[in-house]
């Protein structure tokens, strides 16, 4: 099994046409970026090394080829996940790293970013993120996992792992007032407004700063 | 609205300063200690200006200074900033940190900083009831001894142990407990130190600030110590390059991480089952659901209260038994029997007299009402509502560039415009400042024109009502949306602390009320009496009749006013309660129309701010924001009020 850049793009690629219910070969090879790196020649070549099936225009993956590309998709969105919400990079940027990313990433890393993640369902732009198997272990072996405060339910207790603000004066505040890693914050309420208690402290947020606090869920 | 008593003044110079985290009671035991009362209620934000008193202990007269409540000593808004200005420029003998006992994490965090300063320290571990009731126990000689510091248990709302606070008056041994920072950091503390010159609290705790990036400390620099600003900068930013996160953060951090240690030591927490009946209240007041039917009910009960007892019941008492049955024919006898006629009769009794028509409007009309509306607000205050309603109307305050937390100063102006222009101080940015500023002198109004305008709305109808609200809240809404678009700078974030709902006790709401009325007969009743002598001399004068004919292409053509109704709002310029209180009389009269009532209450809702918010005003914002307001209300108020009075005219809507 050959693995090689262009490779994983176009397959990636195939992948995301089949999301959009396009499996035309034509309209794949008219996308800018494959067009970059394959022709009909690649295509065919990797048809030949069993990782799709080409049938006059319509081009499907293999078993093979859509292992392949599920991995990689994953680890594209996953990375992208990563740069937007722990990062917060600029799109372009994110968009850049993220292409390079995804062909580094080890299987190991990749599950430790989705754990860290909170195993998110899917990318920022609200495409599915396939499932690891980190994902689909249960119960006792899910690792504790890092999530926004947002994403915890009315009654949950989260300890903070890190604040992710570019706002100084808003680290000053939610210090004073002890929010910081390490502290222990309860979801109160969601609406109209976000409420936690730390301690016997019930402090009302705007949901912008709560998105900015990450916390490992306590159970 | 307890206006600081400057006389008060310590014998030996020295002041003691009750310093916490806001909604912890320092203004309560401020209270016991020197017998006068300053505003207590349940929620942050509360007394926003120093009060000064004066205190006995053992035949010695003590200077005292309650200060605004604090997160930090690293100020992040107007008021947390006038308590760390007292700790740096007032002769602060000693230092009182009153803490609240479930919350020790917090009220720590400020012990460190006031340990640092160097001040000799007692703590009084307030509502220590509160902590037993929620099963949390304090090591209190543990606590003692770890920070050096004399604590005492107390409960500042029934009194008990305050008397054992009097060893704070004497207390001067400072503690020397301190805390170890990053080496980079310590080294950019001595650094600063050096260029520091010796002060009242430690050097030491003024350059951990300036290290911190404190930016309302560079008056301070500019002050004592000219042209080293760039040198303390330069030493700062070469100390944050050490580390990827602010340094004020890493300081805070530092300090936490020893809270903790504190805390775990000297706090045990033992786990209880049933939540109690006012959590469950508290928390059923800001849900999603459950939070609009009882504000409903606050305010269903609210216009009962005042606007039915209150407007209704109390001032046709006042109004037809006491003045129309008893004083005003006493008054007219008497001032008969010396003055059968003439000027001074007139002055005193006729139709523009002071007694028959100032104090008729003063005592008999308004003072009822916003006795109704003092006791009612209190309770609400005292209640710990108000915080759960600015969570309710967040998203709705965000439309208009200001967050949920400027509901309290708004509700605030339901009782006095003039008190909550200056509790604005508790918004964070000047943007919110001046937005708020300007609804409060808009649309807001304050008890005592409320009354009486529910007090008429409710002779009228319930949809005459509906009219009135839903134009005055539409007006306010559409004017804060623009104002948040024209006006530069940004909104802050909501982070407000709720505190828990609790019985308000009657004795404080009854001192409150008291204290309130008695500001009001002060600053109200000259003005009544005032205006009632302008009109006296307009009607004497004959100009009265100029104005009202000058005035009536307005009033009568475009608001479809009765002539009579001008003199209502020449008054208006003075109060906009007395302006009320005169359209009030002539309705009763029947001289205004369902519709007529609307638009006029409309217009003289959104009419000027009274004088002494003005003043207020002018104080708060600079006297050129405040004309300008001013400027932009008046016209705009009768525009609104013809555009409405048109509306009905169209859709011949008679209610």
């Known amino acids: ?219 | 609205m307890n206006h600081g008593g400057a006389k008060a003044q310590s014998i030996d110079g020295e002041w003691l300063v009750l310093v916490g985290n806001p909604n912890v009671g320092k203004s309560v035991i401020f209270g016991a200690l020197t017998g006068r009362y300053a505003t207590v209620s349940n929620y942050p934000g509360t007394t926003v200006e120093v009060s000064r008193g004066t205190a006995r202990i053992g035949g010695k007269k003590q200077g005292i200074i309650d200060s605004p409540g604090v997160n930090s000593l690293v100020p992040m808004s107007e008021d947390e900033k006038v308590t760390r200005d007292i700790l740096l420029n007032e002769n602060v003998g000693s230092v009182l940190q009153v803490m609240d006992s479930k919350n020790l994490r917090r009220s720590l965090l400020i012990t460190l900083q006031l340990v640092e300063m160097g001040l000799p320290i007692t703590l009084a571990l307030n509502m220590y009831d509160e902590a037993g009731e929620r099963g949390i126990s304090v090591d209190i000689e543990s606590l003692s001894k770890t920070l050096g510091l004399n604590v005492v248990p107390t409960i500042a709302t029934q009194r008990w142990n305050l008397d054992k606070l009097s060893d704070a008056f004497h207390h001067r041994s400072k503690p020397n407990s301190v805390i170890k920072y990053p080496e980079f950091i310590e080294d950019g503390i001595r650094r600063i130190e050096a260029l520091l010159p010796s002060a009242r609290i430690s050097a030491r705790s003024i350059a951990i600030m300036l290290l911190s990036g404190d930016p309302t400390l560079s008056g301070w620099v500019e002050k004592n110590i000219p042209g080293k600003a760039a040198d303390i900068e330069d030493i700062r930013s070469g100390v944050q390059t050490r580390f990827k996160e602010p340094v004020g953060y890493i300081i805070n951090r530092v300090r936490l991480k020893t809270v903790d240690a504190i805390v775990s030591d000297v706090v045990s927490q033992e786990k209880l089952g049933k939540s109690k009946l006012s959590t469950v209240i508290g928390s059923l007041s800001m849900h999603p659901v459950w939070g609009v039917p009882i504000l409903l009910a606050v305010l269903f009960l609210m216009y009962e209260f005042v606007g039915v007892l209150g407007a209704g019941v109390s001032v046709d008492f006042f109004e037809t038994t006491i003045f129309e049955g008893f004083v005003n024919p006493w008054a007219e006898r008497v001032v008969g029997y010396v003055f059968p006629s003439g000027l001074i009769h007139d002055l005193i009794v006729g139709q523009y007299g002071i007694v028959t028509m100032a104090f008729t409007y003063a005592i008999a009309i308004i003072l009822p009402i916003v006795g109704f509306f003092f006791i009612f607000f209190s309770f609400l205050e005292d209640s710990g509502y108000l915080p759960r309603l600015a969570v309710m109307v967040d998203r709705i305050f965000k439309l208009m560039g200001l967050n949920g937390k400027a509901v309290l100063p708004m509700v605030l102006g339901l009782g006095c415009d003039t008190m909550a222009t200056m509790t604005t101080r508790i918004l964070e940015t000047k943007k919110e400042r001046i937005i708020v500023t300007l609804l409060l002198a808009l649309g807001v109004p304050c008890s005592a024109q409320l009354g009486v305008i529910l007090g008429m709305l409710g002779a009228v109808s319930l949809s005459a009502t509906l009219w009135w609200a839903g134009v005055v809240i539409g007006v306010m809404f559409i004017v804060g949306l623009l104002a948040s678009k024209v006006l530069p700078g940004e909104a802050s974030d909501f982070i407000l602390e709720i505190p828990p709902m609790r019985m308000p006790q009657i004795s404080n709401i009854v001192l409150k009320t008291l204290v309130r009325v008695e500001w009001y007969l002060k600053e109200a009743v000259p003005l009544f009496i005032l205006g009632t002598l302008f009109l006296f001399t307009l009607d004497k004068t004959h100009a009265l009749k100029y104005l009202e004919a000058a005035g009536s292409p307005i009033i009568v053509n475009f608001l479809n006013l009765p002539v009579e109704s001008t003199q209502a709002f020449i008054v208006g310029f003075l109060r906009r309660d007395y302006g009320a209180a005169g359209l009030f009389a002539l309705q009763k009269n029947g001289l205004l129309t369902p519709v007529q009532t609307v638009v006029s209450l409309v217009t003289m809702t959104l009419f000027v701010p009274c004088i002494a918010n003005l003043l207020m005003m002018i104080k708060e914002r600079g006297l050129k924001a405040a004309l300008l307001m001013t400027l932009f209300i008046f016209p705009f108020a009768v525009l609104v009020g013809g555009v409405l009075n048109f509306i009905f005219k169209i859709l011949s809507i008679t209610l």
Not at chain 1, 40 to 65: F, P, Q, Y
Request: negative net charge.
């Open chain 1, 1 to 219: 099994m050959i693995k090689d850049k262009g490779v994983e793009e176009v397959l990636e690629f195939i992948w995301s046409q089949r999301e959009q219910g396009s499996n035309s070969v034509r309209e794949l090879l008219a996308i800018e970026e494959v067009a970059e790196e394959a022709d009909m020649e690649t295509l065919r070549r990797m048809a030949g090394n069993n990782l799709i099936k080409m049938d006059g225009d319509t081009v499907v993956l293999s078993l093979d080829g859509e292992k392949l590309a599920e991995a990689a998709i994953r680890r594209h969105r996953l990375a992208e996940r990563l740069l937007t919400e722990v990062l917060s990079l600029d799109a372009e940027s994110i968009e850049k790293n993220a292409c390079s990313f995804e062909h580094t990433l080890s299987h190991e890393v990749t599950d430790s970013i989705c754990t860290l993640l909170g195993h998110p369902p899917t990318c920022p732009h609200g495409l599915p993120i396939p499932k690891g198997d980190c994902c689909r272990k249960t119960g006792g072996e899910l690792k504790p996992i890092v999530q926004q405060l947002s994403a915890l339910d009315v009654g949950d207790t989260g300890r903070i792992a890190f604040i992710v603000s570019n706002i100084h004066s808003r680290l000053d505040k939610l210090g004073s007032l002890g929010i910081v890693p390490g502290s222990s914050v309860r979801v109160h309420q969601k609406r109209p407004a976000f409420v936690i208690q730390i301690g016997e402290t019930t402090l009302a947020l705007d949901p912008e700063i709560i998105k900015e606090i990450y916390v490992k869920k306590v159970f």
